[in-house]
């Protein structure tokens, strides 16, 4: 399985932000998998955000839950992030990744850069 974030690199204060994840080499709907955002924001570590799985169902960063959502399009083999009203502390890599249910993620995207500024 293959991953690959797209999405704009700048988005301005109070925007919402956008990526998508396109899915290659499997089906977005294997069963028993969790597909997942989680990023990086600069000087700190890794931050899961949220994920969908399989079954349609969405799981949340307490931390981010009211601003986070995240969908899956079955037919274009791909799932999407979006995290509204962003300020710069939102700038950072975006990854996604997915693993099978209870044995972490390990597959990755590239990450991308999303900075957040006026």
């Known amino acids: 399985v293959q991953l690959q974030e797209s999405g704009p690199g700048l988005v301005k204060p109070s925007q919402t932000l956008s990526l998508t994840c396109t899915v290659s080499?499997?089906?977005?709907?294997?069963?028993?998998?969790?597909w997942c955002w989680i990023r990086q924001s600069p000087g700190k570590g890794l931050e899961w955000m949220g994920a969908?799985?399989?079954?349609?169902?969405?799981s949340y960063s307490p931390s981010l839950k009211s601003r986070t959502s995240i969908s899956k399009d079955t037919s274009k083999n791909q799932f999407t992030l979006q995290l509204s009203s962003v300020t710069p502390e939102d700038t950072a890599v975006y990854y996604c990744?997915?693993?099978?249910?209870?044995?972490?993620?390990?597959?990755w995207g590239q990450g991308t850069q999303v900075t957040v500024s006026s």
């Open positions: 990744a997915a693993g099978a249910g209870g044995q972490g993620y390990g597959y």
């Open positions: 080499g499997g089906s977005i709907t294997i069963s028993n998998y969790s």
């Open positions: 969908i799985a399989s079954s349609g169902s969405t």
